[in-house]
C-alpha cells in the first residue's frame, strides 16, 4: 500500500471508534435442520408455507440467499462448519477412513487432523459453556463432533429429530443459569431416514394420489439405492407425493423449532442469544431423478438456508450475495468477539459475515466436494456470477450450468460454453492446489466404503 | 475533516503507482503467436548463442530485439516425445506420449487446443515428418501416420503439402496473407536441420560454408546420410555390421576433412532455415503484423555433433538437450536469461503472454516474468527422459524396412523383453544449471544392446549414475558420481521424486499402440 493511500486510511480510521463485536459475550444457538433444501424455504420463494418459524427469524434478522455448504452430505459437511476448514483439508469425508470389514477405522477428527480446533473448543477456552444435542448418526460424537462440548447428546436412535434433542438442549440451557453458551441443536426430521412421529399426516399430499408409495425410510432408502445405481423413473404423481411429504416433515420441524423458540424465551434464555439457523445440505427430490443426498453437486444439495439473527442488530435484510458455510465459524467468533490468535486465524478458510450484515461484502466463489461412500468423487465450485461447475473425477466428466439463465441445472453448457469451463476448471483445481491437494495426482479409485449399516455386503 | 480526507485521498492516489500502467510485460492478450520449432538446431551454432560463423544472420536480428535463453532444456531427445511434452506441459511419462507410436488420449490438454478455445485461428505448416500427415504416405505404406491424431488437435489448417526436411513453402505465405487481419497462432515444426544434413539445401548455401568438393570416405558429398551417422562412433567410420560377423569390427578413423563436411552440411541446413525466418519476418512486416505478433523460435532438441562419439541425438547429454529459446513479444524488453528452464515451462508462458491462466495439468510453470527481468527464487531441476529408449525405435524401423544385414541387431533386441522397455521410464536426467545427474536405469539394456556396442562390437558396463559440473565441465567428459555425489543429493533426492511420480503415470497407461510409419527420406 503506498505511503499516500496508508496515510489516508490513518486519518479517516483516527474519527472512528474502534470496531466492535455486534454481540460480545453473547449466547449462540446454531440450530441445524438437517437435509433441508434453501429453495423449500418459504421466505426463499418456495410457495408452499413450509417455514413460518424460520421465515419469522429471516425477519427480525439476515437471510442469506445464497449460502452454500461445502459438501452434499452430513458428515463432511456439519465437520466443515466445526472446523471452518474444506472436507479435503478435515478429512472427515465418509463414515470409515478405512473400510475392510470388521478392521474398519471409522473417521474422526482428532485422529485425521489434530492440527484442527473446533468451534466448540475455541468457545469453552472462551468461557462458553458448550451443549450439543443431536440426533446421532452422521452427527455422532464418534466422528470428533463432541470435542469441545461439555455435553455431546448422540444416544437416541440414529435420525431421531427434535422430538429428542429439544427437550434434552432445554433441559441443558435451564440448567446453565447465567453462563454463556453454545447450544448446537440439530434434528434429523426432514432427512429421508427419519420418521415422523404416528407416520405423516400427508398434509400436502394431492387428495387423489393413488401410486405406490406411503413416504417410509424403508421406501426412501430403496429409492435412494436405486439412485445411485442408476437414474430412477417415476411418475410425476409420485415425484409430488415425495416433495410433499418432504414438505410436511419441514413444516413439523420448523413448528417444533418454534416451539422451541417460546419455551427458551419464557425461560429468558433468548434474550441475549444469537440464532443461526441453517442446514448442512439439501435434498435430491427427483430434480436430476434421483433421491437423498450425497452423490451429487447440485443446487438441490448444495444450496442451504442460513438465517443470522443477532440481537439488537438492524434487521431484515436478505443478502443475495454468495456466501459458504466455511464462513460460518469465523462469522459466529467475529459476533460474539471471541479472539481469533494466529494459529487459528490460518485454519479458517472462510471470512467473517459480519461486514455482509453491515452490507459491505461482496458475494464469494464456493468450493465443496464429495467422496460419498467412495462410490464417486466430485469437485465443483459456484461462482459469485452464478455459474456452477462440476467434474466427476473417477470420469473425467465436466459439467457447466448457468444458474441465472437455468437454476434447475438442465441444461449443460459444456460444450457450447468451453472458454467458460476452462477458466472455471482451473479455478476449481487452484482453490485444491492452495489446500494442498494436487488432484492431478490423485488415483481416483471408487470403491464401497459404507455409510449405512446394510451397505457393502 | 472530509475536506482534509479528500486531499489527501488525492495525494495517496497521486503518490501509487498508475492503476493504469500497461500489462506486465510480454503479455499482449490481441497478439498473434508464431513458434517455430527447428528439428535438431543446436544454439551454439546460432551467432546469437556465439557461434563464430554466419549460418544465421536473420535469427540473430530477431534475437538481438528479444529475450534469448541460455539454458533451455528439452523434457526428451526425440523429437515428437519432446513436442508433445511441450504442448501438454507435462514429462513424457505423465503425458502418455512415449514412443513415436502413441497418440495423445483426447482428455490430455494441448497449447493449440486452449488457443483455439480461446479465439485464435491455428494453423501448422509441417516440414518435419514426425508430425506427417500425407495421402502420399499412405499410398506408399498402406497407413494413415497417426502424428495428426495428437499434432493436429487444435490446429484448423494442418499442412504438410510442401515436402519434408525443408522449410515452408507457398502454402504457408498465402495462408499468412489470407489470414493477417485474425489473430492466430501458427506452429512451424521444421525439418531442414535435422539429417540427413544439408538434404534439400540449395547448392549456393552448401558452398558457403563448405566451398571445395569433399573427397573423403563418407557416402555423400553434400549431406550426411543416417547410413554413414549409424556408423560413426568415437573418431571411427565403421563397417557395416554384416549378416554372419562374428570379428571385432576394424574401423578406419574419422578424418578431420570428414568432420569438417558434415558441420559444413549440418551448418547449411541452418543457414538455409534461417533464410526462411528472414522470409517470413519480411512477410509479416510487409502485412503490419510484425509489431503484434509475438516470434517464439526453439528446437525440439539439439544435437551431439562428435562430442560424445557419434552425430545424432541418441543420449542424454546437454549436447542433445540444451536447445535455443528466443521469445520475441511487444512490451518485452531484449535481454538474456541465465536460469534454468524446461520445455514444459513453454505452454504456461506462451498461455500467460496470451492472457489465459495455464491448465492445471502442466507441470511446467510460466518464466515470463524471468524473461522480464526477474531473477529467479530458486533454481529447481529441470527434468529429461531418453524414452523410448533410442534402440527400440531403430528396431521398429527394421521391422518395417527389412534389409538382411539388420537381422542381427533386429535378433539381438528380440531376445529382451522389448514391450517391458517400451513402457518403461528407462534413463533420465536432472540439471539445475550446475550440476547433472544422469540416472541410468537402462543401463542393463544398454550393456547387451546398445547401438554402439552392437556396431564397434564391444558392449560396455554403464554407471548406475553420471555426475557432471557443468560449469567446470560443460562437454560432460568427467563423471564424478562415485567421487561427489553428495554434492547432487539434492539432484538425487528431486529425480527420485521424479522417477516416482513418472512410474506411477505409465502404470496407469495402456502398453503402446500398434506402430506406425514415419515418412523418413
Given at each position: 500500500m503506498s505511503r499516500g493511500l496508508a496515510l489516508f486510511a490513518l486519518l479517516l480510521l483516527a474519527g472512528r471508534p474502534a470496531f466492535a463485536a455486534l454481540c460480545p459475550g453473547c449466547d449462540i444457538v446454531l440450530v441445524s435442520f438437517d437435509a433441508?433444501?434453501?429453495?423449500?424455504?418459504s421466505s426463499l420463494g418456495y410457495e408452499r408455507a413450509t417455514t413460518p418459524t424460520l421465515d419469522a427469524f429471516a425477519r427480525k434478522g439476515f437471510l442469506f440467499s445464497q449460502a452454500v455448504s461445502a459438501?452434499?452430505?452430513?458428515v463432511p459437511a456439519t465437520m466443515s462448519w466445526f472446523t471452518g476448514t474444506y472436507p479435503s483439508e478435515h478429512r472427515v469425508v465418509n463414515k470409515y477412513s478405512a473400510y475392510a470389514g470388521t478392521h474398519s477405522v471409522v473417521a474422526n477428527l482428532g485422529a485425521l487432523s489434530p492440527q484442527l480446533t473446533t468451534l466448540a473448543s475455541v468457545l469453552k477456552k472462551n468461557g462458553y459453556a458448550t451443549g450439543g444435542f443431536t440426533g446421532d448418526a452422521g452427527v455422532n460424537g464418534m466422528f470428533g463432533f463432541s470435542a469441545g462440548f461439555d455435553v455431546y447428546s448422540d444416544s437416541v436412535p440414529p435420525f431421531s429429530g427434535f422430538e429428542r434433542s429439544i427437550p434434552a438442549a432445554l433441559d441443558w440451557v435451564k440448567d446453565a443459569k447465567g453462563r454463556k453458551f453454545f447450544l448446537f441443536l440439530h434434528g434429523y426430521d426432514v432427512h429421508g431416514q427419519h420418521a415422523p412421529s404416528g407416520g405423516p399426516d400427508r398434509r400436502f399430499v394431492a387428495a387423489g394420489y393413488k401410486g405406490p408409495f406411503d413416504g417410509s425410510p424403508a421406501q426412501q432408502r430403496d429409492l435412494r439405492e436405486r439412485g445411485l445405481a442408476g437414474d430412477v423413473d417415476l411418475a410425476p404423481a409420485d415425484v409430488s407425493f415425495w416433495r410433499a411429504i418432504y414438505d410436511e416433515k419441514i413444516a413439523r420441524a420448523d413448528a417444533a423449532f418454534g416451539l422451541f423458540v417460546s419455551s427458551m424465551e419464557a425461560m429468558g434464555a433468548a434474550g441475549r442469544a444469537v440464532f443461526v439457523l441453517a442446514s448442512d445440505h439439501g435434498t435430491e427430490l427427483y430434480e436430476h431423478r434421483k433421491f437423498d443426498h450425497g452423490a451429487t453437486l447440485y443446487d438441490e444439495l448444495v444450496r442451504v438456508p442460513l438465517v443470522i439473527v443477532v440481537p439488537g442488530a438492524k434487521a431484515g435484510a436478505t443478502l443475495t450475495e454468495q456466501v459458504s458455510m466455511v464462513d460460518l465459524m469465523p462469522t459466529l467468533l467475529d459476533i460474539v468477539g471471541v479472539e481469533v490468535d494466529e494459529a487459528l486465524r490460518r485454519q479458517l478458510r472462510g471470512r467473517s459475515l459480519v461486514p455482509a450484515m453491515k452490507g459491505r461484502q461482496k458475494g464469494e466463489d464456493a468450493y465443496f466436494e464429495t467422496d460419498y461412500r467412495l462410490y464417486t468423487h466430485k469437485r465443483g465450485l459456484r461462482t459469485a456470477d452464478r455459474w456452477k461447475f462440476i467434474i466427476t473425477m473417477e470420469t473425467g466428466r465436466r459439467e457447466l450450468y448457468d444458474l441465472a439463465k437455468d437454476p434447475g441445472e438442465t441444461l449443460d453448457l459444456i460444450e457450447s460454453q468451453p472458454r467458460k469451463a476452462y477458466e472455471l476448471e482451473q479455478r476449481l483445481f487452484r482453490h485444491f492446489k492452495d489446500l494442498?491437494?494436487?488432484?492431478?495426482?490423485?488415483?481416483w479409485v471408487t470403491a464401497c466404503s459404507p455409510v449405512y449399516s446394510d451397505q457393502c455386503r | 475533516m472530509i475536506p482534509t480526507a479528500g486531499l489527501l485521498l488525492a495525494l495517496g492516489l497521486f503518490l501509487q503507482?498508475?492503476?493504469?500502467?500497461?500489462?506486465?510485460?510480454?503479455?499482449?492478450?490481441?497478439c498473434n503467436i508464431v513458434l517455430i520449432a527447428i528439428d535438431t538446431l543446436r544454439p551454439d551454432h546460432l551467432g546469437c548463442y556465439g557461434y563464430p560463423k554466419a549460418t544465421s544472420p536473420h535469427i540473430d536480428r530477431l534475437a538481438a530485439r528479444g529475450v534469448v535463453f541460455d539454458d533451455f532444456i528439452a523434457p526428451a531427445i526425440l523429437t515428437p516425445i519432446s513436442m508433445a511434452s511441450m504442448f501438454t506441459s507435462r514429462y513424457p511419462a505423465a503425458n502418455g506420449y512415449t514412443h513415436f507410436s502413441s497418440v495423445l488420449d483426447t482428455a490430455t490438454v494441448v497449447l493449440p487446443e486452449v488457443l483455439k478455445t480461446h479465439g485464435y485461428e491455428t494453423a501448422a505448416f509441417l516440414t518435419s515428418p514426425e508430425f506427417y500427415k500425407s495421402a502420399r504416405w499412405r499410398d506408399t505404406h498402406g497407413q494413415t501416420p497417426k502424428s495428426v491424431y495428437s499434432f493436429g488437435r487444435g490446429f484448423g489448417t494442418y499442412d504438410g503439402g510442401t515436402g519434408i526436411r525443408g522449410v515452408p513453402g507457398d502454402s504457408f505465405f498465402q495462408w499468412l496473407e489470407n489470414n493477417r487481419r485474425s489473430k492466430f497462432f501458427l506452429w512451424l515444426p521444421i525439418?531442414?536441420?535435422?539429417?540427413?544434413?544439408?538434404?534439400?539445401?540449395?547448392t549456393e548455401i552448401i558452398r558457403r560454408f563448405h566451398p571445395q568438393d569433399y573427397q573423403g570416405q563418407l557416402g555423400q558429398r553434400v549431406f550426411f546420410q543416417w547410413s554413414d551417422a549409424k556408423r560413426i562412433y568415437a573418431g571411427g567410420l565403421y563397417p557395416e555390421p554384416g549378416l554372419n560377423e562374428s570379428t571385432a569390427p576394424v574401423p578406419s578413423p574419422l578424418t578431420a576433412a570428414d568432420h569438417a563436411m558434415i558441420i559444413a552440411a549440418y551448418d547449411a541446413g541452418v543457414s538455409y532455415t534461417d533464410a526462411f525466418i528472414g522470409k517470413f519476418l519480411e512477410a509479416l512486416q510487409k502485412h503490419g503484423l510484425d509489431r503484434k505478433t509475438i516470434v517464439i523460435i526453439l528446437s525440439e532438441h539439439a544435437e551431439d555433433l562428435g562430442e560424445h562419439g557419434y552425430y545424432t541425438h541418441y543420449d542424454l547429454y546437454n549436447t542433445e538437450l540444451k536447445i535455443p529459446l528466443i521469445i520475441v513479444a511487444p512490451g518485452l524488453r531484449a535481454g538474456r536469461v541465465a536460469a534454468t528452464v524446461s520445455g514444459v515451462d513453454l505452454a504456461p508462458t506462451i498461455l500467460e503472454m496470451a492472457g489465459i491462466p495455464a491448465f492445471h495439468q502442466a507441470q511446467g510453470r510460466s518464466v515470463l516474468a524471468v524473461a522480464a527481468g526477474a531473477s529467479q527464487t530458486k533454481a529447481a531441476p529441470v527434468f529429461s527422459q531418453r524414452m523410448p529408449p533410442w534402440e527400440l525405435l531403430l528396431h521398429d524401423f527394421m521391422t518395417m524396412t527389412p534389409v538382411p544385414w539388420k537381422n542381427r541387431y533386429q535378433a539381438l533386441l528380440e531376445t529382451l523383453d522389448l514391450e517391458a522397455w517400451k513402457t518403461t521410464s528407462t534413463d533420465v536426467s536432472a540439471q539445475d544449471g550446475r550440476w547433472k545427474l544422469i540416472h541410468r536405469r537402462s543401463r542393463s539394456f544398454l550393456a547387451r544392446a546398445s547401438w554402439w556396442g552392437f556396431l564397434t562390437g564391444r558392449f560396455k558396463e554403464w554407471p548406475e549414475y553420471e555426475l557432471y559440473d557443468l560449469k567446470a565441465d560443460p562437454g560432460e567428459s568427467r563423471n564424478l558420481a562415485a567421487a561427489r555425489i553428495e554434492e547432487a543429493a539434492h539432484l538425487k533426492q528431486a529425480l527420485a521424486v521424479f522417477e516416482a511420480k513418472m512410474d506411477r503415470h505409465l502404470i496407469k497407461r495402456p502398453a503402446t499402440t500398434p506402430k506406425q510409419w514415419i515418412p523418413y527420406p
Open positions: 433441508l433444501q434453501a429453495s423449500h424455504v459438501a452434499p452430505w452430513t494442498g491437494q494436487d488432484l492431478d495426482e490423485v488415483d | 503507482a498508475p492503476a493504469w500502467a500497461a500489462s506486465p510485460a510480454g503479455v499482449c492478450p490481441d525439418g531442414a536441420v535435422h539429417s540427413p544434413y544439408g538434404l534439400n539445401v540449395p
